[in-house]
């Protein structure tokens, strides 16, 4: 099992910048990637972002150039990035961790964190 923890939500005005947090614990070794993805009211969750166990990242056309992705291995955390926030921005965040489990994959949520864009 794989605990996702996330913080670093809240209230910006247009422009602004926030960092979320996601802290792994658990069965981590294995995890082959870690991302964000979104989910505003009304709408299907969306990715964001997304980084492999190799370093390679994936954006949403949405956010690139705007937000960033990264990893500290050592504090077992991934950091979203996120600058020029805009009002489209505002949705429920969730971190997100897949593990391959022959003959799958096993998905691991966090339970959210609110970013709040104002215009």
């Known amino acids: 099992q794989v605990q996702l923890v996330e913080s670093g939500g809240g209230l910006v005005q247009t422009g602004g910048s926030l960092r979320l947090s996601c802290a792994a614990s658990?069965?981590?070794?294995?995890?082959?990637?870690m991302g964000w993805y979104r989910q505003a009211p009304g709408k299907q969750r969306e990715l964001v972002a997304a980084?492999?166990?190799?370093?390679?990242?994936d954006y949403a056309d949405s956010v690139k150039g705007r937000f960033t992705i990264s990893r500290d291995n050592a504090k077992n955390t991934v950091y979203l990035h996120m600058n020029s926030l805009k009002p489209e921005d505002t949705a429920v965040y969730y971190c997100?961790?897949?593990?391959?489990?022959?003959?799958?994959?096993?998905?691991?949520w966090g339970q959210g964190t609110q970013v709040t864009v104002s215009s």
């Open positions: 980084i492999t166990s190799g370093g390679s990242t």
């Open positions: 997100h961790a897949a593990r391959y489990s022959d003959p799958g994959w096993d998905d691991y």
């Open positions: 658990g069965s981590i070794f294995s995890i082959n990637a």
